[in-house]
């Protein structure tokens, strides 16, 4: 659990950076920004809102983890002097920079900055704040003065649009640390976390769930599907989801009882599943886990309750009665038509 209400920012640099490719350059700060209370305040909104997500990454290297520019500089941030602070943020500039190659990059502002009071699990923890700027709105500027109304249109950054940011916690220090990531841009610029940061998601609670449920929805997809019409897959995908849904720890027993059903297909989904671990690396499922409630419900769109048919007719069975409201369609053939058909059962029409 993340709670960022109490989080309280401490010490800021802001740069200036540009795409490398361009030479465009960089500006870096000659002193630490000074904060007052209401620029706190704004700026706090401006860096934490858009962490909402509860998918923590670590820095990574292929070989040394001190040889990841970003984790020796945040290192150093988190133990060095506030005046030291901001030669360390020089660096993470010139580093940002160095990895701002790609066409697509924009320029705009860097900023670093300490946190306090960043609450992870319970437990405060400091955190190191590195957020980009990079896209500008128009707005619209109206004074009033000796009876006259005057406007005007001028660019600026809008705060409640953070394009890319991370927030790294001073906790696992030896494994990379604990990472929330922001990036709004698109793939072809995905340089923020892959050369910028070079980070890797935590094999967590969140990682295990969001995966298990994946590795599920493509069993269905390609095994279930092999030997089951369209409904009893619906009916599959959604008895998984719900059984995420209600219960607060995974248990393979349990899921395979629940959600499979028939001996031959828990076989089929064991084979399935030790190959999916084996190739992701992800620890054997029968160890359990804790279910993440954030990864369910991110995973939840890909779990569909829709039958779509290609006659333009679409049928939606009830997600939380799956079972129940399944009874109620026949699927079978037309010989006369040679095409295949739903029946449906139903006591009256709901208005």
């Known amino acids: 659990m993340i709670d960022l209400s109490s989080a309280r920012l401490t010490t800021l640099a802001v740069h200036k950076v540009g795409n490398k490719a361009k030479n465009e350059g960089v500006v870096s700060a000659k002193e630490l920004f000074e904060l007052d209370e209401s620029m706190t305040d704004l ?3 401006y860096f934490l809102k858009p962490f909402k997500s509860e998918e923590f990454f670590k820095f990574s ?4 983890i001190n040889l990841n520019e970003l984790y020796t500089y945040c290192k150093r941030m988190f133990t060095d002097s506030r005046e030291e602070f ?3 943020s020089i660096n993470v500039l010139q580093h940002l920079y160095s990895v701002s190659v790609h066409p697509h990059i924009k320029s705009g502002e860097l900023y670093v900055a300490h946190f306090r009071e960043c609450e992870v699990d319970g437990v405060d923890l400091e955190a190191i704040g590195i957020f980009k700027s990079e896209n500008k709105d128009v ?3 109206v004074d009033g003065e000796d009876d006259e109304i005057n406007m ?3 660019q600026g950054i809008n705060i409640k649009k953070l394009d890319k940011g991370c927030l790294v916690f001073r906790t696992y220090e030896e494994d990379g640390y604990s990472i929330l990531m922001v990036d709004k841009s698109s793939e072809d610029a995905a340089y923020w976390r892959d050369d910028f940061l070079h980070v890797t998601r935590i094999q967590d ?3 295990q769930t969001e995966h298990f449920m994946g590795m599920t929805k493509d069993f269905c997809e390609d095994i279930f599907a092999m030997e089951q019409d369209k ?3 619906v009916v599959f995908l959604n008895k998984s989801l719900n059984y995420f849904n209600k219960n607060k720890e995974f248990d393979l027993e349990d899921f395979k009882e629940e959600v499979l059903v028939q001996d031959d297909y828990k076989e089929k989904f064991d084979s399935y599943r030790k190959a999916f671990e084996d190739e992701s690396g992800l620890p054997p499922a029968e160890e359990g886990f804790a279910i993440s409630k954030y990864a ?3 995973m939840k769109k890909n779990f569909k309750s829709l039958i779509k048919l290609d006659t333009d007719i679409e049928i939606r069975l009830n997600p939380k009665n799956i079972e129940e409201a399944s009874e109620y369609v026949e699927r079978a053939y037309d010989e006369q038509r040679g095409m295949y058909y739903y029946k449906l059962y139903f006591n009256g029409e709901i208005p």
């Open 139 to 141: 707005f619209l500027k």
């Open 43 to 45: 700026l706090q909104d």
């Open 86 to 88: 901001l030669s360390h």
């Open 61 to 64: 290297h292929e070989s040394d």
């Open 152 to 154: 005007t249109a001028e």
């Open 205 to 207: 609670n969140s990682f």
């Open 231 to 233: 409904k009893e897959q």
């Open 296 to 298: 369910v419900r991110s």
